[in-house]
């Protein structure tokens, strides 16, 4: 078993800046990728950001390309998402997901951490 702690949500003026957190632990040799996801009130989970394991390719939302920054410590076992020039619609909550496998779906899911951007 794997288990995924996200931290770093809050709430932040538009334009401002957030880094979440994502902690893995338990079984976490055996790692493909890690990635993060959000959902909105009313609409469909979107896949942000991902980034394969350790430290290697990332992919974007074309929403977020360019503002946010996945990136990975595999000493800590913890995948950030640095997330600049923040707009009322990135308001959602954040899951951080770990994917065991190229393909197939995530594996494991963390809670979620609130993310609110006041405009």
């Known amino acids: 078993q794997v288990q995924l702690v996200e931290s770093g949500g809050g709430l932040v003026q538009v334009g401002g800046s957030l880094r979440l957190s994502c902690a893995a632990s338990g079984r976490t040799f055996s790692v493909y990728s890690m990635g993060w996801f959000r959902q909105a009130p009313g609409k469909e989970r979107e896949r942000v950001a991902a980034?394969?394991?350790?430290?290697?390719?990332?992919n974007y939302a074309d929403s977020v390309e360019g503002r946010f920054t996945i990136s990975g410590d595999n000493a800590k076992n913890t995948v950030y998402l640095q997330m600049n020039s923040l707009k009322p619609e990135d308001t959602a909550v954040y899951y951080c997901?770990?994917?065991?496998?190229?393909?197939?779906?995530?594996?494991?899911w963390g809670q979620g951490t609130q993310v609110t951007i006041s405009s």
């Open positions: 997901a770990l994917k065991i496998f190229p393909h197939g779906s995530y594996d494991y």
């Open positions: 980034i394969t394991w350790p430290g290697g390719s990332t």
